[in-house]
């Protein structure tokens, strides 16, 4: 019932910055969670920041200090502001939103490449 598209990936050198964006659409008014979340090859799904319908926000160790999770409830859009980048952040990036009544909707993905 909810309908993500995200956008925003591509190629950046190490160091680099990257925003990613999210897309929000259909029955929306029930997320009280945003989160987005990255799979490597051959590695399992792993939760890299979240936010909640109160603005309260999370983010994995390995990005601290480095990703920022924003929202804008007039453009239905969730972000993930990425700098300092680093190869080992190479992954598909995937948004997702948890509904009242335990429903998870998600994105198609897309691709971050940091490479020299």
């Known amino acids: 019932q909810v309908q993500l598209v995200e956008s925003g990936g591509g190629l950046v050198q190490p160091g680099g910055s990257l925003r990613l964006s999210c897309l929000y659409s259909?029955?929306?008014?029930?997320?009280?969670?945003w989160g987005w979340y990255r799979q490597a090859p051959g590695k399992e799904r792993e939760l890299v920041a979240s936010?909640?319908?109160?603005?309260?926000?999370t983010d994995a160790d390995s990005v601290k200090g480095r990703f920022t999770i924003s929202r804008d409830n007039v453009k239905k859009t969730v972000y993930l502001q990425m700098n300092s980048l680093k190869p080992e952040d190479t992954a598909v990036y995937y948004c997702?939103?948890?509904?009242?009544?335990?429903?998870?909707?998600w994105g198609q993905g897309t691709q971050v490449t940091v490479s020299s």
């Open positions: 997702s939103t948890v509904a009242y009544g335990a429903i998870t909707s």
């Open positions: 259909g029955r929306i008014f029930d997320i009280y969670y």
């Open positions: 936010i909640t319908v109160g603005g309260t926000t």
